[in-house]
């Protein structure tokens, strides 16, 4: 499923402050093409819940007074790699948190302090498959060292993607074509037996590899 489809985009907020978990179910259920099909207050009720409710996305906070978001990103991805999305929403930016999260298998990243709008985009944008990570998650992204097992374009095309270009504006910043581009995306996919940018990304976190 992809918003892109006309399908609705399922969606499960997971956050332990019933202030904050009401504030985010109203933003998210008054806009177009998203249904807000559960809610869990902790970790451990999330992963339950989403046996249940079958979301696209769910929206994680990390630290909850039951269960770590960590912890709930972990179990789920030990059940399927890619569905459902995790987009992880909290107020924490350290190098830390993000690589918890993302190491334990999170599609996305964003802080409290996001706009309402963008925030509807960043579950549109994760949904259909495009990487959504604040610059803090970018830097630490890129940061991290590893064994070259991608090539220095297609890293960079990689971090590029990261960062949320299209194809059209990386071959513009990079001064080749379009179809360069998605040659250099499609040995990434290969490489890191992955079928999207998403999970391209998260991949080549996990593994150390830009």
Do not use: F
Request: aromatic letters at 2%.
């Amino acid at each position: 499923m992809t918003a892109g489809d006309g399908a609705v985009v399922r969606v499960l907020v997971v956050d332990d402050h019933p202030v904050v978990r009401d504030g985010l179910i109203g933003v998210l259920g008054a806009a177009d093409g998203i249904e807000v099909v559960g809610e869990a207050a902790g970790g451990h009720e999330a992963v339950e819940l989403v046996g249940r409710c079958d979301p696209d996305v769910v929206l994680m906070d990390l630290r909850m007074a039951d269960g770590s978001g960590v912890e709930a990103i972990r179990r789920l991805r030990e059940r399927d790699r890619r569905r459902p999305r995790v987009l992880v929403l909290t107020t924490y930016d350290t190098d830390r948190d993000i690589r918890g999260a993302l190491q334990a298998g999170a599609d996305g990243y964003l802080l409290k302090d996001v706009r309402s709008a963008d925030l509807v985009r960043a579950v549109r944008d994760l949904a259909d498959g495009r990487p959504v990570l604040v610059p803090a998650a970018l830097a630490a992204l890129t940061r991290r060292g590893g064994d070259p097992v991608l090539s220095e374009r297609e890293a960079g095309v990689l971090r590029l993607v990261a960062d949320g270009l299209t194809n059209r504006a990386i071959a513009t910043r990079l001064g080749i074509g379009e179809a360069t581009v998605k040659t250099h995306l499609l040995h990434v996919y290969t490489k890191l037996e992955v079928a999207d940018r998403a999970s391209a990304v998260r991949r080549a976190w996990e593994q150390g590899l830009v």
